[in-house]
């Protein structure tokens, strides 16, 4: 087993805790499923906003998925650089996998793709 991170982020259409759950889930799920995740392989998890969403701490909807009660959770605000995409929802996941750092898929979703074409893929 090595110890990753796993990278993500998603737009989110509103301000509301609806959509900020929404968006967070939809992109916690693709992440899990693109790189075969189980929650008793995940040291912790980091979610970031930027300042334009403060409906709901993003790392609720990690609670609505089954089996994640006991994983580390940690929401921050991103560093309100000029410009910057804005209704953002970033996420890092700190796994223990088999798989090796090239293996390893960074999960980007919506507008957020925009952050790295380098990683993303179809």
């Known amino acids: 087993m090595r110890f990753r991170g796993v990278r993500g982020a998603i737009t989110v259409d509103a301000n509301t805790e609806q959509a900020i759950l929404d968006a967070t889930l939809e992109l916690l799920r693709a992440m899990i499923r693109i790189n075969e995740i189980d929650a008793d392989d995940v ?19 990690c609670r609505r998925l089954p089996g994640w009660t006991h994983v580390p959770l940690m929401c921050a605000q991103e560093v309100p650089v000029p410009g910057a995409l804005p209704r953002c929802v970033r996420i890092l996941m700190l796994v223990n996998t088999t798989k090796t750092a090239a293996e390893v ?3 980007y979703l919506r507008d957020a793709e925009r952050l790295r074409p380098d990683l993303t893929r179809s």
């Open 105 to 107: 898929r960074h999960v």
């Open 43 to 61: 040291a912790g998890v980091l979610f970031t906003v930027t300042a334009d969403l403060n409906a709901v701490f993003p790392a609720e909807a």
